[in-house]
Structure formats: structure tokens, C-alpha cells
């Protein structure tokens, strides 16, 4: 038996996120069906992140363990020849039996794309969100600077979590202009439910003026969602990549 | 009456083109039927390019003449609350009444996108054409010189046209890799039948070695079609913008 650990790219639009329901069409449901159907076994994939419905991938990561003799970097060729177009596996490879993607120590870049313009963009309307109003890099940058580091997030953690453990390190937030969007990306070593979406949220209300670069410090204090900006929609959301550490011995 | 030009973005993916036909979705019969519920007049638009399927905009143009009062300007807010979400116009402007969008002088702008990359990128299915192999961007961008001036296009049109005047100007065709896209943008005076997707689809024959770029002057001469390389997919093209020469006095 071998572990095979795939990275996986899709378009979110159609699927009800990530982690399979019954009656809903979900990238794990889809690839399972896709695994066992190819390899004649009762496979079951882990995945590192269990986007929401909406939410799109460059780089999720998803084990499983199979009998096959195909070699592992072979079975992402495989794989895209019958996975529906809006997922596509980029790359495939052998990975240690006890590799584990959610309980590896790792670092999670994610993406969310801001069209801020008069009119919304046609082409990006399904992989970005909208703002009719002009934002204030300036302003978002610095309520940027005091998220980045260690902190208790619980005042950017969607309540509907039972997570007890609301620290989590941000070890980055770029903040750029390229042509009609804003791009905020975001890397750290773990992100609570919604935690983006609300950082996202947070900082576009920050860049229309509502709340004060100087009042980030304050929200995180007050350990209350509340005190936070909305969660901003699932559709610019990206799942860049994730970079394990040492765990591939 | 007064005449309206509209600028006009879309999503070309679930339209049958820019033209109207019976029986099939297209751009211009949802602006009609969008202007003329909202006028209650019987509007018919006058279309600067007749984008094929599949074909994206973010700035075709188009014009209709109107009795309403509302300034025309306003027209695109009010546009917009009624069209699609993957038709935005982004401008709306009175022009004088002989303005006509395809007899007036004017520059295009065309880009090509393509990804070049081991496996296709699922977030950009829908907008690029996907090419597995490496290309040589310092072919290519030789190649385009050639092609760059005052030429007879022929090769480079379609056979499916009666269009008798083949002689176009193209003012430069600019080549740059984006992260995993490799972007063509080229801009002329007016273009043949499918040209632009003519030149991609050679242009791309260049990069994988399949065409030398001293080859290009040649394949101009012959006049021929079948001397090009083949028509790159539809959805890897956008109409980026069409620039009027001094033609709103």
C-alpha cells in the first residue's frame, strides 16, 4: 500500500465546497467517485482545507491510500483525463504512510480578489467580489500590519465553529493593485472558519473609511465577531497553496 | 432623438456571439431586449464587432438612437440593474447621429490568452486556450514583427467571408508571459474574419517550433489560408477596447 498526496486545483462555482454531503456535488465527493471508479478500490481522500461552497483552489491538498502499482506522479495524468474540467490536479507524488495533510505543521497562502471599479468586471464576476467604491490602499495596508503576527483570532472566527483554540500565527498580508483589482493575499500557519473572509471583510471596510486602521488592534482585544467588518463572499476566495514543513522526509 | 454608444463587456461563454440569429442567445438580441423592455421603443443596436462564440469583451461597441429623455450618460446605471451579470456596459455617452461604429476610423485592440503550463488552470478555463507545451517566446515575438504594418492578411482570414479588401494595418502585436499565461495583445486598424485567432494559433505553431518566424513573410505572400496555422479557440480571445479617431466632434 502506498500514501499518494495530490494538489488540487478547482473552480469553486459549482460545487458545494469541498467536503462531501449527501445530495450535494462536492470536489471530495467528485474526486472519490473519480479515484474509485479508476482504481477498482473503496478509496476515501483527506483534505487539507474544507473549502466553503464557492471558495476556489490552486492548491488544495488531499491524500489517499491505494494498492495501485501506477507510480503516484503518474496518476495526476490519469486523474485530469477523467476529472471534470473544473478540476484538475497539478501534481501527484508518494508520500510518507503517516503523512497526514491537516495535522503536517504547514503554511497557507490564500488569495482574495477585490474588482473595484464603477461597473463589475463580466469576465472576473464568478472569482471576484465587487466594490462600486475606491479604496484606500493606504489605510488597508496599515490595519494589514496589525494583524500580521500571533494572536487570538476569535474576533475573525465565524461562531459557528466549535474550534476552542482561536490563536493562530499570520506571517503575512500583501496588499496590491493590479489593473481593476485589489488582491489581498494572505499566509499563515492556520486559518479558523472564515478567518479570511472576515480579515477580507474587515480590511474593505477599512479601505471605505467605516472602521480606523487604529481600531484592528481593539477588535482583536475585544474577542467578539462582532466587533469585526461582514464576511466577505465566498467567490473571491482562493486557496493558493500549501507549503508543508519537513514533512516530507 | 438622440444617438447612445454603449461600451459593453461580456462574458462570451453562453452567447452564440455578438450578432443576432433566430432561435440562439446572443449578445446583441439580450441588449435589445433589455433597451427596448426598458424604453418601451422598438431599439435595434448597431454593433462595432461582431464577436463570434465564445469570444469575450470588455469593450465592444454599440449604438441605438432613442426618443427617451433620460441623459445618456445614466443609461449604463439603469442598463446594468436589467442585463445579465455577464453583460456590463461600462459607458454610456450621447454621439452625434452619424456616428456609425463600423464606418467610423478607429483602432482595436485584441489579447489572446493562453496557458502554458503542465496542466490547465481551472479558474481560467473559461477565457484562455491551454497549450501543454513550453513556447519559445523569443520566436514568437520575432514572428509578430513580421507581421507587424501594412499587409495584405489574406492567409490570415477565414474562407468563410466575402469581404474582398484584405489589407489591414496592425500598429503592434505586444507578447509578455503573466505568471503560468502567456499574453498576445495586438492592435490595428481593423481585422479580418478570425484574424486575430489566425495569428494566435501561428504564433503559438511558432512557439512549439512547428513554423520558423522567417517562414511569416512567406505565408503573407502566398495569400493562401491554408499557409497560416489553424484558428486558436474562440474563448481564449477578448475584445479589450476599440478607440475612435477623432470621430466624437
Given at each position: 500500500m502506498k500514501r499518494v498526496k495530490l494538489v488540487v486545483a478547482y473552480d469553486g462555482t459549482n460545487y458545494c465546497g469541498w467536503q462531501g454531503q449527501p445530495n450535494a456535488v462536492t470536489v471530495e465527493g467528485v474526486l472519490n467517485e473519480t479515484l474509485r471508479n479508476f482504481l477498482k478500490e473503496d478509496i476515501t481522500v483527506i483534505g487539507a482545507s474544507r473549502t466553503d461552497s464557492g471558495v476556489h483552489a490552486m492548491g488544495n491538498v488531499a491524500v489517499f491510500d491505494t494498492e495501485s502499482r501506477m507510480p503516484a506522479e503518474k496518476m495526476s495524468y490519469a486523474l485530469n483525463q477523467r476529472l471534470?474540467?473544473?478540476?484538475?490536479?497539478q501534481c501527484s507524488e508518494e508520500v510518507p504512510l503517516d503523512f497526514h495533510p491537516r495535522y503536517q505543521e504547514c503554511r497557507k497562502t490564500y488569495r482574495y480578489r477585490v474588482v473595484t471599479n464603477e461597473f463589475p468586471n463580466p469576465i472576473k464576476r464568478l472569482h471576484t467580489h465587487f466594490v462600486y467604491r475606491e479604496l484606500d490602499l493606504d489605510k488597508i495596508r496599515r490595519a494589514a500590519e496589525y494583524l500580521v503576527g500571533t494572536h487570538d483570532f476569535k474576533s475573525f472566527c465565524s461562531v459557528n465553529t466549535q474550534v476552542k483554540e482561536t490563536v493562530r500565527t499570520i506571517y503575512y498580508i500583501d496588499i496590491k493593485q493590479v489593473d481593476d483589482e485589489l488582491v489581498i493575499e494572505v499566509n499563515g500557519n492556520g486559518f479558523l472558519y472564515n478567518m479570511v473572509r472576515i480579515i477580507a471583510g474587515t480590511l474593505l471596510q477599512v479601505g471605505m473609511g467605516?472602521?480606523?486602521?487604529?481600531e484592528i488592534p481593539g477588535i482583536l482585544e475585544a474577542k467578539d465577531r462582532t466587533k469585526a467588518g461582514p464576511t466577505a463572499p465566498a467567490k473571491g476566495l482562493m486557496l493558493v497553496a500549501i507549503n508543508y514543513i519537513a514533512s516530507i522526509k
Open positions: 471534470p474540467e473544473d478540476i484538475r490536479i467605516a472602521i480606523k486602521p487604529e
